[in-house]
């Protein structure tokens, strides 16, 4: 793991788990050694959860080491994952680095969540080994994670990092080509864009919207997705869905292609009504709440998955 906050602490986590030997490097003095620590934490969190496929919480975290050189990190690996900050300039850096110090045969991957492959690795001698894998945060608990091809990544570094993907439990997208927020922010911009236009023009209020996702949409996507979820909601299945309902989209469409100032008044709004339900103070308690229902939620998935199927 290059890079040791957040993603790189729950990347570590997610490849331990499965069983991998994992070293953790930071630029920052001391930074990998209190992110460790804060790793061998949450293993408890999700050890009592029953998460850690039947393994202990010390048998998880005795897999992560921390180095003190990137050279000591890439000795001997076999798939390298990236997770600094998301500034080019760094990245192209960083990966200059791991590019002529990693094994020929490693797999480099990114989290960014944003840049495209090509914007750092272009320069690279080993160039046909890098793609981006992001993950939406955390991966432990929320498996899919983005496969994203520079134009020189090699179909076999793709078809590679997709086994490892499955292997260590994750469900990968795995896109043709690169392009600019992947897929999983783009279908969430589309949301958000939604999400502000409702709350600007005074139809609904922040936790409305949040309503209909929380407690309406978001109660089917937890196990099918929109494609899958159109196609059970005709009789015909989705031709007969778009046949039914492809007018009143392609209405609603027109209403759409307008941008609401997220940074305006309507942010005063949003932020308002949001700091009235959870105060700025309570922010992080809200997030470890979070993150036990996405344990829960995680359990309780993986046990419907065996009763039910996928």
């Known amino acids: 793991m290059l890079g040791s906050g957040l993603i790189g602490r729950s990347w570590a986590i997610t490849f331990s788990r499965a069983g991998w030997q994992v070293a953790m490097w930071d630029r920052e003095d001391g930074a990998a050694e209190a992110s460790r620590a804060i790793l061998l934490t949450l293993l408890e969190d999700l050890a009592a959860e029953d998460l850690l496929n039947g393994q202990s919480a010390a048998e998880v975290g005795a897999r992560v080491r921390v180095t003190k050189t990137l050279a000591e990190a890439l000795e001997g690996t076999s798939w390298v994952q990236e997770n600094t900050p998301e500034i080019v300039g760094i990245k192209r850096e960083v990966w200059a680095e791991l590019d002529a110090l990693a094994p020929p045969d490693a797999v480099c991957a990114s989290s960014t969540s944003g840049i495209v492959p090509s914007a750092f690795t272009e320069e690279l001698p080993g160039r046909g080994r890098c793609l981006v894998a992001h993950p939406i945060n955390p991966p432990y608990l929320i498996p899919a994670v ?16 997709e086994e490892v993907m499955r292997a260590i439990g994750q469900s990968p997208i795995v896109m043709t080509r690169e392009l600019d927020g992947f897929v999983m ?5 589309a949301l958000l864009e939604e999400a502000f236009r409702l709350v600007a023009d005074g139809y609904c209020s922040v936790e409305d919207v949040d309503v ?4 309406g949409l978001a ?11 159109i196609d059970l909601n005709a009789p015909g299945g989705v031709r007969d869905y778009v046949t039914r309902y492809g007018g009143l989209y392609e209405r ?3 209403s759409m292609q307008r941008r609401a100032d997220w940074t305006g008044s309507v942010l005063d709004t949003v932020e308002g009504q949001r700091r009235e339900r959870v105060p700025k103070e309570g922010l992080a308690d809200r997030q470890r709440w979070r993150d036990r229902r996405l344990m829960a939620l995680s359990r309780h ?3 419907a998955a ?5």
């Open 146 to 161: 983005e496969l994203v091809p520079a134009p020189w990544t090699t179909p076999e570094t793709m078809a590679k990092a």
């Open 185 to 189: 922010n783009r279908l969430q911009g």
């Open 212 to 215: 209909g996702l929380r407690e």
């Open 219 to 229: 109660l089917r996507w937890s196990f099918i997705g929109p494609f899958e979820t």
């Open 252 to 254: 609603l469409y027109k």
């Open 301 to 303: 998935k993986r046990k």
């Open 306 to 310: 065996q009763d039910f199927g996928n």
